[in-house]
Every structure is written in structure tokens, then in C-alpha cells.
């Protein structure tokens, strides 16, 4: 039924209701809602087309538009859910022997595609001063960072997951944090919504594919994504104009339903996507410096 | 009826039909599908929504697809309207004596909206040669080509035409070509179509407000308009899909009216709108080079 | 003698000691050096080699190096600068009456030259707003501030001279402030020192090539210049060292005389100069909105 | 004595010219001269600060300055100085069955830094293209080649040794290939020539730090170094001219050694930085797809 309408985010394809095996619950912080979602069975996941685990999302209001005092407000919210979730994954507290790998994946020549890029290009890394002050990590409770762009497949000829592998091996992080621009359903969505999940990334919808997936199996260590729609595929703008009108899906024509899925692999963006990226990459490194920055016993 | 759908190409307004006061022309040349539109009434004008005037559109396929000699066909078959235009514009002969100023109009920062701005800064002018090497003018039969990338209100808090028109007396030029990004009603002419006009530029659908308009009127010589569509009203998908689906405008519910009506302010891209743009900057800048390099006699 | 070292700012041509037709005036505010020089007859601009009229330098440290509050507090003492000398050269108090153009002078195109363009890139401009919002210039007593970056005349073929005064005839603005990359002499210098003058700009050196010229004679208003060192010639990097290792101009042999003249029309900067002029343009931006804001009664 | 001279170009560190285990070659191709420089002994190594093998460079004129013609030719030169070398290296024809990696190294937020960044963004890999289409690279001879952009320590906390090394393990290269910028003694050798080595990259001169090196030791397979010289020691600038004004560096003053000394930290761009790393990219990245695309039994 929702075939017309590719979503990466939980909360659009089912997972915004509670339901076998699917467990929700609903926040506010920072001015966000914030709307976790658990998928708790093999059944579920298929149902919704996402894999198990846990989805949170950040409704923020469009990112770009956010007053100065807002934007900060958010930016905790986000790095307190980031950083209890490190947490959960790696059942460890985060501090001065936690290291995290931020991958910025994503096409940094295509402005909707960019965000990975975008955002690691904004943050401070830490992990190469350990041997330089080593107090810093072990006194004041600062976290080993380290980044990575890795490119995309046509760019490098090799697959994300390959060069990520790498790069887990030579900086052995506790966790890698996979940062990458979603597809969202609905254009409300694009750059006011922030989600993160304990699945990791899976290329396609999170069915088949798995040799391409980043997780703990395939890179060897727990994937957090993190993300921010920024563009929709062209058909659930015909296919969300018409739910708003009142048709119901069923009652689609033939000839309807032909001219949704003609339209569907082709994505669009607001036309200015150049300005809502750069907010959001502000954001989200903003927040990933936050959550990693400081916390065993709180640095006082 | 049309109301749903905005379009800056007179083909896709009604132009393409002959009809009262519309006369239409097709051709073929460098692989381009070439369509004339002359819109010889007020009534036609009033009708297709568009100003009097000739409307050239060249279909070209996907500019950023072409193959680097199909691309050199396409640039030359355009460079030929060009000058044509422009000559009947003037009425006057292409070459040394002749003086054109490019005005890259457009948000440098948006990049959907940047094909102005892009397409001058990879041009080459001439103008400031003239004392250096006065031969080249008058001997060979080289053009004065100066350019400008006047900013948008947002940037710069002045009128595009006010700054075009104090560069026109800067330069006194024949002729100014404005070089700007179009929308178009249909996703399939997304930097496939180049149009150019006799008409200048007129903000706003061409009706009222003509204090802004770019044209001879505003800034004392003509002013050709030259564009590529590369965004698209999101109200246009939702309508083309219901066409294609065989539905009659005029049946759509109330809902569905304003479902439409409502998505009408926004615009969208293609994801990949970044590679379009900087190969539709390379063609129109190519294409002006060569229309304004040699004519007269044609340098032998 | 100073032969070898060209040098754009006053401060470095001799203008730094009190002298014949030259007044100097020290003082500190906001972390600081402030520098005023006072160039006051024609004999005494002859000999340090730039126009009669005022020239403040302030020297902060290393733009680029500053802490946020550092910043900040040569933010606001740079703004006071601009203010005080933009009111005494147009004898009119700042605030709801009053109109400043910002011209961002060079090439955007090269890093080190694109001050000017960057301060644009990041300034709000307010003109337009007039008619949407007049409260906010009659009461609160906003300035008008519009802007333009005219390019270089190898992009356009046109002076900018000339774009300028066509942007002055559109906006009617009480003052023009030129904001360009300047050559130092010493390396030092490079990114710490701010340079603002109420002579305009006088393109090589201040010395004939009058039509170029950007002033009041020129342009019809005052024009400030604003500027910060970004290239050094390399002739001065030898001469530098050389006076530094104790040896006297005068004593200098001539074949390395010979080698210094030879050096002399080339232009370096630091490797790091991307993150240099970005620091800088912030700066200036932040300076300009602040001291074209409010002023009037000061907004309470 | 050459101390205050660093410079990456073997030819400028006494490599220039036959001595005790070093030979020299000269030729000439495509409009260059071309000097090979094999350094056979360790004592060699150590004279000239640079570890034993063989660098070829390519003096080809200011890149950017190339008129289209002298510059296909150039690229074609070096195509074939590439690929000799490498198939020496590895033993091994170029063809379909030969895999390349190539490595941007360097900042690409720094534009003199970018050389490498830049020169991967033009490239067009191929390796990915092997399961969609096999007689590509079986019956044409097509080359695999891939590309990594490591980024530098300070942006991902990574060695960049260890970053090549995970690329390697994922795409089984025959052969690495480290394009990045390079310092030269002599600004007229900024962008005018191209050096080659089969030595691999030797972080500081070449001695010591050898963990961080990229070569056959550290990643595992034949690395080749490819550069360009894109900045200047400033100290350099100094010495060049007072040898050039036939000063003896062990004349040299106490203070003016102290003074050459003291600029040694500390490097120089040419202000138009910008325009020549663009021109060097295109040629980098042109020389190696032509290199690494067919060989074989040269594809007819």
C-alpha cells in the first residue's frame, strides 16, 4: 500500500503507531518532539520495512529557520538522545575510553546527497592528540573522535562498507556513528526532522542486500545512523496530494497507479537545498561534538 | 486551467499551438528539435500568459547526457539562434561594431537558481581588449562582450534592473542577454530545453509590475532573455500525473483543487542538480562565446 | 628606498611617525592597537606614497586565532572605528536616515583577493526592507545598507568604477565603503591588521590612474576603504630579512639590488589562506552590521 | 648548506646532476624536458636528503598557461612516464588485469594542499564496473582503477597510512599511486613541473618517521609517488635571491643565517593558488586515466 511512497524514516511507515511488535513512546525536549520507536519482532520489521531495533526521531521545526537560542536548545536534545544511545549500544559510558568513528557517507558533490560530508567536514576530531596530551582523555573525560568521508561507490570504485572496515581497523572506535541524508515521504519532513537509530545502514530498504549493509556484523563494531531528510521521491508528492484530498489509496485507477510508480525513482529537493544542508551539517556536528565530548563522572 | 501548472517556456503555455495570433514554427538543427513561437496579439499574449514577442526553445535532451560532439552540435545550433535574435534585435550585423553585455541573473548561492551567475563566470569577455588591441575588433570582427552578476534584492537590497542599468551605461551595449533559471511545468524539460526571447525578463508571469521588468523599456536597449529550466513547481507534479492518468482537470474534486493550490508556492529539483547546472552553465556560455566571437564578414 | 616593499597600509610606509604634514595617534580599545594617521599635506602624502586623508589601522593578533570573546571585542571596536569615521565623512549622524553602499571589491574567484566578496557573501542587507517595514528605519533607527560585489575587470570588462557609480545612482547612498584584500609588507601583518581610510580607493598607489579611482570625485559620495592585509610582495620577503639580519638598504650591492627589483610583481600568501580569509570576512561582515544598525538616539 | 632550502624535487636537491651513485638521464617529450634521476646507494640517499630510487620530472612550462594543444601533449607525456614507471614497479603489464588505487593526498579546505583531493574529484574510476560489465576489462584492457581522499590527521584523527592500508586490503591494487602537493626551493618551478617516484611518500624529508610513510613496507603493495609544486618555503625566497646576487651561503652573516632561519616554518602560495591547482588537477587526472585505460596488446 505505501509502495509509492519511499520513507527512511521509521516514523513515517508505520512505526509512528503502536502495534504487534512495534512499542512507542513520546518525549519533548528542546522544543522537539521526540518520538522513539522500537521494533521488536521479525513480523514487525517486515511490516514496516525497517529492521529491528530502535528508532528515535527529532522534530524540530525546519532547521534552517531556528532562532539562535533555539537551534542550541536542539542541538542538547540531539546530543543527549546520541549519547544515551552510544551508550545502550555499546554498554559503556561514554568519556575518556569511549572512541567513536563519525562516517560522513554520502555524494559531497551533490548538495542534497551531501550531509555526511558536510557535517564531518564541521567537527573537531580528537583521537590523533591522545599521545599529545593525554590528559584530556583521561582527566578531563574527553572521548577519542575520529572521521571519515569515504565517497560514494561511483566516485571510488570501492564500497563504503570496505573503506569504513578500514578505517575501523586502524582507529578501533567502540562505535561508528554513519551520518547520511534521508528520503523522507513527506515534503513537511525535509531538514525538520532528525533520526537516529541502533540499526546501522541499510542500502534498499533493509531487505536483501546485506553484504552492502554497515553494522556490527559487517564492520565490526555497533553502526548508530544518523540523519535528516532532504529529498523526496516525486511520486508520494502526487500520492500525499491526493491522501490530502480524499482519495483512498484502493480506489486508485489503473491508469493512476501506473503514473505514481512511472514516477517513482527519481528525487527531488526544495530549491534551496544549498542553504538547508549547511543548517543542517551545523547541527548535526554541533551535537555529535556535544554528546562526545565530555561525561564520566561529568568534568567539573 | 492552467493555473496549477507555472511555466517560463511559452512552449508549454499554448505557444506550441498555432492559433489567434500565435504562430508557430519547427526545425531541426544539431540534433536539436527547434520550436518558434511569435506571440503577435495582446489577446494571444493575455491568453498564453506571456508578453508579445518570439520565443525560441531548443529540445535538446538531458544537456549534462550529451556526448561531447552532440554537445558541440547542440552549442552551435544554439549559437546560430543567438545571433540571429540578436541581429534582428538590433537590427544590425554581429561583429566588431557590435557591443553585448551578459547579465547572470540568479542566487549564486542556490545553485538551482545559479545558471546565471554560472554561465558568465565561465565566459570570456572582451570589452576591456578594445584599447589594447584595437585589430582585433576591427579586423577580425570580434564582439564587446562585457558581463555582470547583479545579485538578487535578498543579497544585495537593489533592484536587478537598477544595477543592469547602470552597467548598460557603463558599457553602452548593443544588446543585453540575460541569462536567468526558469521553471518549467514538466519534469522532463529539466535542462533539456533552452529558451531564449526577445522579451527581456519580466518578474512575475509578465502581467503588472513593470517597474522590474528587464527589457528595453527599463534599461534603454533590448534585452533578450536566455534560460534552462531547472526547477519546477511541486503543485505541477501532482497535476501532470493526474493528466497523464487521464483525468480531466476539470473534474478534479474541491479537495483535490486545493490539495493542488496549496503546494503551489514551493519549488523542487532534481537531486542532482548540481552536475545540471554547471553543465548548462558550460553549453550557454559556450554558445554565447561563439555567437558573439566573429560575424561581418565571418573572419577568414 | 622603500623601493622593494610595496605596501597598502599607511602604517607601514612611514605614516606610523609623526612628521612633517603627518599627525599620530595611538590608543587601544578592545584588545587592540589602534593607529590613527593623519596625512595632511601634499608634500607629505608624496612622501609616504598615498593620498592626503585619514587612516586607521588596528592590529588584534591573528584574526583567525582569536577566541570567540576576542573576536567579539574587535568586532565592536572595529564597528566604533567605522562609525566614527563614516560620520565625520559624511557630517550626518548614523541611524534611520542614513544609507551606506558596501562595494566588495576583487576577485571572488581568488582566495586571497576575496575579501571583499566573502564580507558581501555574509552581510544582511536591509534597503529593500524599507518599504515592507519603514517602522523599523524611522523608529528604531535601522541604517539602510545595500551591497555589491562588481567583480574584476578581467571577469567583466567592465571598471569598477564604473558598476560603482551605477549602484550609487540606484541606492542614493550617503556613503560607499570599499572593502578589498590589501598588500602588506611584512608577513606579520598578514590576517592582523584592519585598515580603514577616508581617501577611497586609489588603484596603484594612490598616485595618477585618477579615472580609476574610487571617491567622491568619481562616484559622487564619500567612499571609506576597509581593508586587511592578505598577499605580501615577495621582493619584501628578502628585503625584510635582509633588514632584519642588520644590513642597510644603502649598502646593498647591485646585483642584489637587481635581484630584489626582479622579484618584485609576485604575490604570496600563506598556504592556510582559505581559513584565513574566512575569519576576516566574518569579521568585517560583523563590524559593518554593527556599526550601520542603530545609532540615531540609540535604540532603547 | 641547503638548509634553508626545502624542496620535494629531487632535481633540486643535487639529484641534478651524475656523482657518486647517482645518474642522471635527460630527454625530451610533448614539448618537456624530462630529467631521471636514479639514486642508488645510501650514501646518495643521504647527500641529497632523499631515500634511494628512481624520480623522473617533467618541466613542462606554467600548466596553467598551456595553450589545449601543448597541454594534451604534455598530459600524453606523462601519460607514458606513468605507466612505464608503474609497470616497472609491479612487474607487470598494464591491461586488464592491472589494478591501480590512487590516493589524493593533502587538505582539500586548503587550496595549495588540494592538489590530491582535486585531481580524484576529476577522475573516473572504473573498478566498480568490473561485475556490470567484464570484457570492459578482459577484452578491451581496461585498467581497474580506484580512489580514496583520506583526508589529513587534523580532519579525521586517522593516519593517513592507515587509511590507504584498509583501501588496499578492499581493492587489491597492484599498484598505489600518492598524488599530492609538493614543496619546491624555487618559485619558478611553482606549477611548471611534474615529478614521478617509485619511492613511495616519505613524510619529512625522508628520514625517520618511517611508520607513517606510504610505501611497499606500510601498505603492502609498490607505491608511486605523483606531485606538483604548489608552495614555496619562505626562507627559500631569501636565499634564491641573494645566490642569485652572487652571495656565498657560507659567507652568510650570523644574523642574516639567524633571519633565514627564523622564515623557515612558514609557506608561500602564489596569489592565484586557485586557478593553477585547477589546471594541475585536470592534468593529473587526464595523465592517469590515460595511463592506467588500455595497454595490453594496446586495445585496436
Known sequence: MEEFARSDLAAE???????????????ESGGCRILQVQVRSSEAAKRIGKPEGCYVTLDCGNIRMLEENEFDRVR?????????????????????????????????EITADAIGPETVRRMAVTRHLRRLDHALFSTVGLCEISALVPGVLGQTGLETVE???????????????????????SVERLATTVQLSDTGIHPGSGIGNSRKALNAETVGVPVMALGVPT???????????????????????????????????????????????????VLLAGALEKAFTVRDGEFS
Open 13 to 27: 511507515c508505520g512505526g509512528e503507531r503502536e502495534g504487534e511488535g512495534i512499542r512507542v513512546r513520546k518525549s
Open 76 to 108: 542538547c536534545a540531539l546530543s543527549v538522545e546520541i549519547r544515551e544511545m552510544a551508550e545502550r549500544m555499546c554498554g559503556k559510558r561514554v568519556g575518556g575510553q569511549f572512541s567513536v568513528l563519525v562516517a560522513g557517507l554520502g555524494n559531497a
Open 231 to 281: 529529498v523526496v521521491d516525486s511520486s508520494t508528492l502526487v500520492y500525499d496530494a491526493l491522501r490530502r484530498a480524499g482519495y483512498e489509496p484502493q480506489y486508485f485507477s489503473g491508469e493512476l497507479h501506473q503514473a505514481l510508480k512511472e514516477g517513482k525513482n527519481f528525487f527531488v529537493s526544495p530549491k534551496e537545498i544549498d542553504l538547508l544542508v549547511s543548517s543542517v551539517a
Open 163 to 185: 573503506l569504513v572496515r578500514g578505517a575501523v581497523k586502524a582507529a578501533s572506535p567502540d562505535l561508528v556513528v554513519a551520518v547520511d541524508a534521508l528520503a523522507s515521504r
